[in-house]
């Protein structure tokens, strides 16, 4: 359970514009252009684009305290102990069991280890 989230550095939120294309090539038509040997396999961009926007979180850095609770569902030797040895040797390699939303993996987060960074404290 997560018992407090430390803001280590002020919130600050970025535009990001981005173009795409709006249709694809289905593997059938590709298929079938194969197979007839006629046929067009091509996208026209500049007919096909639209543009997408996203307000983004920026320097993002935060740490987060939480606990374990070890319930009777847990599998048989599971410990509150075992629990910790393993959330911390993942956050130490810089994995993490779950991973926050973040911005469609388009910007993956990265974690450091429980005791390489302290919050900034601010009075």
Known sequence: MID??????PIRFTNLRRNEVKSTLSARSV???M???TGELYLCTANDIQQRAAL???DVHYVIEAHFDVTDK???G????????????????GSSIIS????????PPSSVGARSRRPVRRS
Do not use: D, K, M, Y
């Open 74 to 76: 847990a599998a048989p």
């Open 31 to 33: 298929r079938t252009v």
């Open 35 to 37: 197979e007839r040997g």
């Open 56 to 58: 983004l979180l920026r």
């Open 100 to 107: 926050p939303a973040s911005a469609a993996g388009n910007f």
């Open 78 to 93: 599971i410990t509150r102990a075992s629990s910790r040895t393993l959330s911390s040797a993942a956050s130490s390699g």
């Open 4 to 9: 407090c989230i430390h803001v280590c550095a």
